[in-house]
T-cell receptor, first 116, second 112 residues
Framework: DGGITQSPKYLFRKEGQNVTLSCEQN?????MYWYRQDPGQGLRLIYY???????QKGDIAEGYSVSREKKESFPLTVTSAQKNPTAFYLC???????????????FGPGTRLTVL | AQSVTQPDIHITVSEGASLELRCNYS??????LFWYVQSPGQGLQLLLK??????LVQGIKGFEAEFKRSQSSFNLRKPSVHWSDAAEYFC??????????FGTGTSLTVIP
C-alpha cells in the first residue's frame, strides 16, 4: 500500500529535550517537505528537500534540523532551541512527474507534538 | 509579494445547501492552484488542482473550483453539502520554484 507514514501519531516530551519525528514514503517521490500547523495559521514550511543529501530552509527553520540520507526518509528533529514546539507537524512528498499536470503534494497523517 | 488569502475563517451551511469557499492570491503570473481538505487530527487530502486550460476543474467528493484570472481567485464550490463535508479546507498555491504557500484555512460546519 503506497503512501506517507509519520510516526508516532502523538509525542510528548519534556522541555529542553530534542525529539525526532519520522516521515517515510514509498511513492518514489524525489521531493519531501515538513510543515508546522498551528490553529488559525495554516501550514508553515519548516524545511524541504528536492533530492537526497540536499535540503533547504523554509520560512520557520529556526530550532529545527533535518536530514535526507535516503530518498524514502526525511526525519525532522525539533531541538531545544525551538521556543514553542508544541504543534501539529505534517510531512509531505511531491510528485513532479513528467508533466505539470501530475505535479502534486501528498501529505502524511501528521504527528502531534506536545512539550510539557 | 506572493500571498494566498482565504477571507473566511469559518462558514456554516445547512445540509443540502450550496457551498462556496473563497481563495485569492497575489502574483504577477498564473500559479498552480490546489484545494485540500483536512479532517480533525488528520493529514491533508487533495480535492482538486489547476495548472492550465479549462478554468473549471472537477475534483473528488463532488467539489469543483473555478479559476478567474481577472480576480486572482480560485473558489471552491459544491452544489449540495453533506454532513460529512464538515472539515477544514485549505487553498494552496505554487508560484515558482519549489515552495507551496497555504492559506490560513476555512473551517466548515454543516448543520442538519
Amino acid at each position: 500500500d503506497g503512501g506517507i507514514t509519520q510516526s508516532p501519531k502523538y509525542l510528548f516530551r519534556k522541555e529542553g529535550q530534542n525529539v525526532t519525528l519520522s516521515c517515510e514514503q514509498n511513492l518514489n517521490h524525489d521531493a519531501m517537505y515538513w510543515y508546522r500547523q498551528d490553529p488559525g495559521q495554516g501550514l508553515r514550511l519548516i524545511y524541504y528537500s528536492q533530492i537526497v543529501n540536499d535540503f533547504q530552509k523554509g520560512d520557520i527553520a529556526e530550532g529545527y534540523s533535518v536530514s535526507r540520507e535516503k530518498k524514502e526518509s526525511f526525519p525532522l528533529t525539533v531541538t531545544s532551541a525551538q521556543k514553542n514546539p508544541t504543534a501539529f507537524y505534517l510531512c509531505a512528498s511531491r510528485n513532479r512527474g513528467t508533466t505539470t499536470s501530475t505535479d502534486t503534494q501528498y501529505f502524511g497523517p501528521g504527528t502531534r507534538l506536545t512539550v510539557l | 509579494a506572493q500571498s494566498v488569502t482565504q477571507p473566511d475563517i469559518h462558514i456554516t451551511v445547512s445540509e443540502g445547501a450550496s457551498l462556496e469557499l473563497r481563495c485569492n492570491y497575489s502574483y504577477g503570473a498564473t500559479p498552480y492552484l490546489f484545494w485540500y481538505v483536512q479532517s480533525p487530527g488528520q493529514g491533508l487530502q487533495l480535492l482538486l488542482k489547476y495548472f492550465s486550460g479549462d478554468t473549471l476543474v472537477q475534483g473528488i467528493k463532488g467539489f469543483e473550483a473555478e479559476f478567474k484570472r481577472s480576480q486572482s481567485s480560485f473558489n471552491l464550490r459544491k452544489p449540495s453539502v453533506h454532513w460529512s463535508d464538515a472539515a477544514e479546507y485549505f487553498c494552496a498555491v505554487l508560484f515558482t520554484g519549489n515552495q507551496f504557500y497555504f492559506g490560513t484555512g476555512t473551517s466548515l460546519t454543516v448543520i442538519p
